[in-house]
C-alpha cells in the first residue's frame, strides 16, 4: 500500500457535513487567535521575569500586572486553543490522528506539561499579587517559562510529523516486520520554524504593552511616567523581535523544500511585506507608543493572520505530495446543523459584547469607584442565551416527537 | 486502520476513562456552581448583606483555579485521550458533530469571558450588571453541557441517525432527556458539595452557617431529582445495553451501578446530616473526603455508561475495535466486516510487515500480533504484565490444544454479546490463532 492510498482511505467514511474550505477559513482564523494568546502569554512570562531581575519599581510593576496577563491569556489561549484543533480533525483526519497516535506518550505529555505551566502561572500571580510589596518572586515565572517551551516543543514536533508521511511507516515496523506500538515516536524538529512562532511572542507583548500604556492613560490614578515606560518598553521590543523574526522566518524558508517554490507564493509574499511594514511601523512609533497603539495592533494581526494562511499553504504543498488534497474530500452536507454553528457565533460575538464592555468600563474607573453600565446590554446578552435555549430545546422536543423517543 | 497505541498492564481505554473521570467534576462545577452563586449574589443585594459576597469572591477563585485549569484541560485530555486510544472512534464523532463542537465552543468563549469579567469586576461595576454576568455565565455554562450531552447520548444510542444521518436525529434520542436531566441534577449535587466546603471556611459563623444549610438543601434537592431521573434514564437504555446489564452477561456492570448506587446514599447522607441538621460538621475534611466518594461514584457510572455501550464505540455504527459495523446509506458508509472478510483485514493495514508468508510461522506470528492488536487491544491488555482483561489469561480458561481452536473461537466471537465479530479473510484468521496460541498462558 503506498502513502497516497493510505491517507486517501484513512478519510473518515461520513465525509465532511459541510464544504471543505470553509472548514479550512475557519481553522486558519481561530489558529492565528489562538497564537496571539499563546504568543501574549509566552512573551509575557519571560518579560516578567526579566522586569523583575531588572529591580526597578517600574518593572516590578510591570511585572506584577503580568501575572494576571498570564493566568487570563493561558485560559484564553487554551479555549481558543480547541477551535483549531477540531477543525483540523475534519479535514486532515488522516495526518492529525497518525502523527498523534504515533507520537501518543508526547501528545498526553503535553496535557501534563501545560497543566503545571498553567498551576506555575498561578503561582507566580498569587504569590506576587500585592502591589504594596515591594519584591516579587520569580521561581513560579521560571517553571512557567520553562514548561510553556515544553509544550511550544511537544506541539511543533506533532505538527512536523504531519508533514512527513514519507517516513511514518519506516518509524514503527521495522526491517524484520515486528510493529511498535510504544507511541514515543519524536522527530521532525525544526529550530527555523519554531523560532519563527516563538519570537513573535516578544512582538506581540510588546504591541500589547502599548495597549495597556494607551488604554489607562486617562484613567488618572496611573502614573504618567510609568506608563510612558511600560508603552515605549512595548514598543522596542515589539520593533527588535519583530525584525529579528523576519531573520526567522528566512531561516525556516530555507529549510522548506526547493521544489516548494514557497519563495514565490503569494501568502508568504504578503506575509514578508506585511512583516516588513509592521516592523518599520512600530520603529518609527517608539516614541509615540500610546497614540500609535491600534494601529499598531491591526497590522501586527494581519500580519499573523496572513503568514497563518502562508502556514496552511505550505501545509497543501506537503500534503499534495503524499496525493492528498481537503477539495475533493466527499461532502454529505448537513445544513441544519451548519446553520446551528453560524447562528450560534453570530449571537456570540453579539453575546460577547457585554462582558467586553463590562471589562472595558471596570478598568477605565479609577479604584475604588463603581462604573456603571446601561442595564439594557446586560439583559439583552442573557436574553439571547434564554432565547438560544427555547429555540434548541423546542427544536429537540419536535425532533424526539416525530421519532417517538420523549416517552 | 491507524496506527495502534498499545498502553503497558492496562488499556489505552482506560486511560480515557481515568481523565473522564477527572474531568466529570472540575466540568460539572463549572456548569452547576453559578447557579448557586447567583442565588446568594442576589440574596446579597435583595437583603443587604454584603458579608455574604465574601464567599462569592472566595468561590468563584476556586472554580477559576480549579475548573477553568482542571475542567478545560482534562476536557481537551479526554479528546487526546480518544484520539490515541480509538482515532477512528472520535473522528467518526467529529465528523458527525464538528458543528455541535463548534456551537460548544462559542459557549465556552462566553464562559471564559464571563467568568473572569465577573470575577474581576466584583465591586467594580454595578450591582445589577455584574449580577448579570453571573446569570450570563450560568447560562454558558449549562448550554454547553446542552449540547455534549447530545454527543455522549448518540455514542450511547444512536437512534434514527442510522437511517437517516441526520445531525438532530442522533442528537435528541431516546436516552437524550433523562442524561441531560439526570447530569443537571448531579451538577447541583457537586455545585453543593464545593459550596459547602467553601462555606465552611468563612470567618462569619452566622453565614457560615447559613451558606452551609443552603448548600446542603440545593445538594438534597439535586440528588433526589437525580434519583427520579436516574431511574428514568436507566430505563431508557436501548435494550441491547440492559441485556448486558441485567441478564449479567456483563456481570462487572451491576457492581459498577451498585458501587455508584453506594456512593450516591452516602453523599445524600452527608448532606443531610453534616449540611442541613449539623452545618458544625462540614468542613474541608469531611468535604475532600465526600468528593472522593463522589469520584469513585461518577467513575462507576460513567464506566457503566462506556461498558453498556458494548460492543460499540458509536451504538450500532462502529464497533470497540474502530471497525465500522453497519452501513449508513444516507451517508455513503458501507459496512467494513464483510469486505474485510472477502478482502483480508492485514492487505488493508499499512503500517504492517510487508512480508507475510503464511508457511513461515515467525511471519505468521508476527502477522497475527498485528491484526490481535487492532482488533481486541481496545478491549484486552495484551502486553506481559497486562491488568486489563488479559487476553492470554481469559484464552487459558477456554483450554485451546490448538491454534485451530483458537481460530474455532475467533468465529464464534460475534454470538458474544460485548465482543465485535472477528474480521478477516483465512489468512488473518490464521495467524491471529497463531499468534494467540504462542501468548496463551498454559498451565
Known amino acids: 500500500m503506498d502513502i497516497a492510498t493510505y491517507v486517501n482511505s484513512m478519510r473518515d467514511p461520513a465525509g465532511l457535513p459541510f464544504y ?145 508521511p514519507q517516513h511514518w511507516k519506516e518509524w514503527i515496523v521495522s526491517a524484520n516486520g515486528a510493529v511498535s506500538y510504544s507511541g514515543g515516536e519524536f522527530h521532525g524538529v525544526e529550530f527555523g520554524r519554531l523560532l519563527h512562532i516563538l519570537i513573535p511572542s516578544f512582538a506581540v507583548t510588546g504591541v500589547f504593552l502599548m495597549l495597556y500604556a494607551a488604554y489607562f ?53 504578503a506575509g514578508a511585506i506585511l512583516g516588513v511594514a509592521t516592523t518599520a511601523y512600530i520603529g518609527a512609533s517608539v516614541y509615540r507608543p500610546q497614540e500609535r497603539a491600534i494601529p499598531s495592533a491591526l497590522l501586527m494581526f494581519l500580519t499573523v493572520f496572513v503568514m497563518c494562511c502562508a502556514r496552511e499553504a505550505l501545509r497543501m504543498k506537503h500534503m499534495s505530495q503524499a496525493g492528498y488534497s481537503i477539495y475533493n474530500y466527499p461532502v454529505n452536507a448537513d445544513w441544519p446543523s451548519t446553520i446551528l454553528f453560524f447562528a450560534t457565533f453570530i449571537m456570540g460575538l453579539f453575546v460577547l459584547y457585554f462582558p467586553a464592555v463590562a471589562a472595558f468600563e471596570a478598568g477605565k474607573v479609577r479604584s475604588g469607584q463603581i462604573a456603571t453600565l446601561d442595564p439594557s446590554i446586560g439583559r439583552k446578552a442573557v436574553s439571547a442565551m434564554i432565547a438560544w435555549f427555547v429555540i434548541v430545546a423546542g427544536l429537540g422536543i419536535i425532533v424526539s416527537l416525530k421519532n417517538g423517543v420523549l416517552f | 486502520m491507524y496506527p495502534f497505541w498499545e498502553v503497558p498492564f492496562f488499556t489505552s481505554g482506560m486511560v480515557i476513562a481515568l481523565i473522564a473521570t477527572f474531568h466529570i467534576l472540575p466540568c460539572h462545577l463549572a456548569t452547576g456552581a453559578f447557579w448557586f452563586t447567583v442565588f446568594v449574589e442576589r440574596k446579597a443585594y435583595k437583603e443587604n448583606r454584603p458579608e455574604l459576597l465574601e464567599f462569592i469572591k472566595k468561590y468563584t477563585l476556586l472554580i477559576l483555579i480549579f475548573c477553568f485549569v482542571i475542567g478545560s484541560l482534562s476536557g481537551v485530555g479526554i479528546w487526546y485521550a480518544a484520539t490515541v486510544a480509538s482515532p477512528r472512534g472520535i473522528s467518526g464523532l467529529i465528523h458527525n458533530y464538528v458543528w455541535g463542537w463548534a456551537t460548544e465552543w462559542v459557549f465556552f468563549i462566553i464562559e471564559i469571558a464571563s467568568i473572569y469579567v465577573y470575577y474581576y469586576t466584583l465591586g467594580k461595576i454595578d450591582p445589577k450588571s455584574h449580577l448579570m454576568m453571573g446569570w450570563l455565565y450560568a447560562w454558558a455554562a449549562w448550554i454547553s453541557m446542552i449540547i455534549i450531552t447530545g454527543i455522549l447520548a448518540f455514542m450511547l444510542s444512536s437512534g434514527k441517525w442510522v437511517e437517516t444521518g ?45 451558606l452551609v444549610r443552603a ?37 462487572y456492570l451491576g457492581h459498577l451501578l451498585n458501587v455508584a448506587g453506594i456512593s450516591y446514599a452516602i453523599v445524600l447522607l452527608w448532606f ?18 465526600i468528593l472522593i466518594v463522589l469520584f469513585l461514584g461518577i467513575g462507576a457510572g460513567e ?38 472478510n472477502k478482502e483480508g483485514f492485514l492487505s488493508h493495514l499499512f503500517f504492517r510487515p510487508d512480508k507475510i508468508n503464511p508457511d513461515n510461522k515467525n511471519q505468521l506470528i508476527r502477522a497475527g500480533s498485528v491484526v490481535v492488536h487492532y482488533q481486541c487491544g481496545n478491549c484486552h491488555a495484551l ?40 474480521a478477516g479473510n483465512e489468512l488473518d484468521r490464521k495467524a491471529a490463532s497463531e499468534y494467540l496460541f504462542s501468548v496463551v498462558v498454559r498451565r
Open chain 1, 20 to 164: 471543505p474550505i470553509v472548514f479550512q477559513f475557519l481553522l486558519v482564523l481561530t489558529f492565528a487567535l489562538h497564537i496571539i494568546m499563546v504568543n501574549l502569554v509566552v512573551g509575557s512570562t519571560f518579560l516578567a521575569i526579566w522586569e523583575i531581575w531588572k529591580r526597578d519599581s517600574f518593572g516590578l510593576r510591570l511585572s506584577k500586572a503580568l501575572g494576571r496577563v498570564i493566568t487570563v491569556g493561558m485560559s484564553i489561549a487554551i479555549v481558543l486553543g480547541v477551535a483549531p484543533l477540531l477543525f483540523v480533525q475534519v479535514i486532515y483526519d488522516p495526518f492529525w490522528y497518525t502523527a498523534t497516535t504515533l507520537s501518543a506518550f508526547w501528545a498526553l505529555l503535553f496535557l501534563v506539561v501545560i497543566t503545571l505551566a498553567f498551576y506555575a502561572g498561578y503561582g507566580f500571580y498569587l504569590g506576587n499579587r500585592r502591589a504594596e510589596v515591594d519584591t516579587a518572586k520569580t521561581g513560579w515565572a521560571l517553571v512557567a517559562a520553562g514548561l510553556l517551551l515544553f509544550t511550544a516543543l511537544f506541539i511543533h514536533m506533532l505538527s512536523m510529523e504531519q508533514l512527513m
Open chain 1, 217 to 269: 492613560k486617562d484613567r488618572g490614578d496611573y502614573d504618567p511616567e510609568y506608563l510612558e515606560y511600560v508603552g515605549q518598553k512595548g514598543a522596542w521590543m515589539a520593533f527588535w523581535a519583530s525584525a529579528l523574526a523576519i531573520g526567522a522566518g528566512f531561516w525556516w524558508l530555507g529549510l522548506i523544500p526547493q521544489e516548494f517554490h514557497f519563495a514565490r507564493n503569494p501568502f508568504f509574499l
Open chain 2, 166 to 210: 441526520g445531525f438532530f436525529d442522533g442528537f435528541f434520542n431516546q436516552t437524550y432527556w433523562p442524561q441531560l436531566l439526570t447530569r443537571t441534577a448531579l451538577m447541583f449535587c457537586i455545585a453543593g458539595v464545593y459550596a459547602a466546603i467553601v462555606a465552611s471556611t468563612l470567618r462569619n459563623k452566622a453565614v457560615r452557617k447559613e
Open chain 2, 215 to 251: 448548600a446542603g438543601l440545593w445538594g438534597v434537592l439535586g440528588m433526589l431529582a437525580g434519583l427520579a431521573f436516574t431511574a428514568w434514564y436507566l430505563h431508557r437504555l436501548p435494550a441491547h445495553a440492559k441485556e448486558l446489564w441485567l441478564d449479567q452477561s456483563l456481570p
Open chain 2, 272 to 289: 443531610v446530616v453534616c449540611c442541613l441538621i449539623r452545618p458544625k460538621l462540614a468542613g474541608p475534611v469531611s468535604g475532600i473526603i
Open chain 2, 303 to 340: 464506566g457503566f455508561r462506556e461498558g453498556a455501550r458494548r460492543p460499540y464505540i458509536i451504538d450500532q455504527y462502529m464497533y470497540g475495535n474502530q471497525i465500522v459495523a453497519r452501513d449508513i446509506p444516507a451517508k455513503h458508509i458501507k459496512a467494513e466486516v464483510p469486505k474485510f
Open chain 2, 383 to 422: 502486553d506481559r504484565f497486562g491488568k486489563m482483561r488479559p487476553l492470554k489469561r481469559l484464552l487459558a480458561n477456554l483450554e485451546p490444544e490448538s491454534p485451530e481452536d483458537i481460530e474455532g473461537f475467533l468465529d464464534s466471537l460475534g454470538d458474544y454479546p460485548y465482543m465485535p465479530p472477528f
